[in-house]
């Protein structure tokens, strides 16, 4: 089995620092790699109609006590005091964007024709987690989550669960996975708000799941303060099962925000808010990926795709002339055209587990055409510049 961290290495992806435990250092290509699924989500958010947003990392006090994180939650958030202030902490770092994007939604008043409104930050969240407990990227007390916030009325619950549901296969099979599990996480002992608010949010869960005929577990007590949601874990090819994806159904912030919005009527009316991620921590996405895949990424997700590499200074010009035809496409692609041997950059390649290399040796720059290796595949094929620029061009 492989580690994810001594992928890292490998592939120079990220590595971590004594001094900021559970916090990453992303190199050049382990950030590239990032972009590409925050990309990927980016696209998929949009078709299901959300927008993206960003708010600030650090936020006042009044606005925690106000969410009751600063009550319930304080101990696992990072407080940050301003010098020379009196003694009293004024702002803590976000654990989760929801209050932000309660202040978005409320910088002006809200008409029907707006509702449902789905705003979607990659946001940067901080969770004071006990260091023992920190494991790489798997657990992190910095990290990014898509963290997506819903407004809808309570008849629109259905759908937008439904909805989510459909995000969540389609992500996950992009990614390789085709099996998860569903759980819906009921109220907690300590808890906001009224035992009628938590049955109807806990039956508008259970009856959304049920119509989509979805096999589901029921978790009483693990809801989390605010509100009951549904847990998606996905299965990975080593057996293993991940929490990733949730959906929440509030009822409880729209009453302590007081988030309405002006109806067909002219009448104020309250809503309802959905919190939800797809792939919860990106990181720990990236992690579970690396494991998964031992490192031999899908071809549309690696950092690098493919690296073109000359077996002698005669046939430098046409490796590069692929190198920038490929580029133009927008492939992630490398050049290597130094004295080493062919072998020895095969070799590199191979260890920074590089999907596809392209060798171009004199024959090859004599036909036009290039020797392609496949990671994990053994032999290589003699193919046509073409036929490589449609392969990358249909990943997409
Ligand atoms: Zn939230």
Redesign the pocket.
Known sequence: MFDHRELAKVMDLFHFEEHSPGMMFWHPIGLQFFRVIEDFMRQVYQAYGFEEVRSPVALNRSLWERSGHWQKFRKNMFVVGIPDADAEPDYALKP???PA?IAIYKSHKRSYREIPMRLLEFGIVHRNEPSGTLSGCMRLRQFVQD?A?IFCREADIRDEISNFLRMVKQVYAAFGYNNFSIRIALRPEQRLGSDELWDRAESALIEAVQALDYAYELAPGEGSFYSPKIEVSLQDHLGRSWQCGTI?V?FN?PQLFDLSFVNEKGDLEQLV?L?QAVLGSLERWIGILLENHGGVLPLWVAPVQIAVASVSKKSADWAEVIFKRLKQIGARVELHVSDRTIAKKIRELSVRKIPLIAVVGEKEAMNQSLNLRRLGIAGQQEIQLPELETELLNLR
Do not use: R
């Open positions: 989760m964007s929801c994007h963290d916030h929440q509030d912030f808010m919190h």
